[in-house]
């Protein structure tokens, strides 16, 4: 499903706990870190595609969470064009998304990466809010800081001045 513009509708999800620290999931054999996301499928509102992905690549499930903020409109990035498939270069440009800032109000053992049959992430961790976006891929970097930005307010957080 992609609109008009170019980008397919997605969710990205911020989960943080009591500390204000947020969830961090490394990819599967990959280096790369990043926060939970994924497409909104036909017919679905992005809480319900927030709250799907969440069980899928996180394994929490609704009673796990509570939703604290959103953005307010969809973040966009473009993918690099060796990304795309060729049978889609003609129409796609990249995601657009909606972000979700969610508090963990069950406990860490309730995290199961393994839930999905095709795993998403094969290792996490609690990292400071502003994360370091360096270990994100380039392309989404933007996207995240913008959520983060945005996002902090909810928790009464600041960015650093490297966050500007």
């Known amino acids: 499903m992609i609109d008009r513009d170019g980008y397919r509708?997605?969710?990205?999800?911020?989960?943080c706990n009591k500390r204000n620290e947020v969830f961090w999931g490394k990819?599967?054999?990959e280096y790369a870190w990043q926060f939970p996301q994924g497409g909104i499928q036909e017919g679905e509102s992005p809480m319900q595609a927030m709250y799907r992905e969440?069980?899928?690549?996180?394994?929490?499930?609704?009673?796990?969470?509570?939703?604290?903020?959103?953005t307010d409109g969809w973040l966009r990035y473009d993918v690099p064009r060796q990304f795309v498939r060729r049978d889609t270069r003609a129409s796609y440009k990249g995601q657009k998304q909606i972000w979700f800032l969610l508090r963990l109000v069950g406990s860490d053992s309730d995290v199961s990466l393994r839930k999905s049959?095709?795993?998403e992430f094969d290792a996490w961790r609690w990292h400071s809010f502003f994360v370091p976006l360096d270990s994100v891929i380039?392309?989404?970097?933007?996207?995240?800081?913008?959520?983060?930005?945005?996002?902090a307010p909810h928790l009464k957080?600041?960015?650093p001045h490297t966050y500007q």
């Open 9 to 15: 509708p997605n969710v990205g999800i911020i989960i």
């Open 138 to 151: 380039d392309f989404k970097r933007d996207v995240y800081k913008q959520a983060l930005i945005e996002l």
């Open 117 to 119: 049959k095709v795993p």
């Open 27 to 29: 990819r599967v054999r």
């Open 54 to 70: 969440l069980d899928e690549e996180v394994g929490l499930e609704p009673h796990h969470v509570k939703i604290i903020g959103r």
């Open 157 to 159: 957080l600041r960015p």
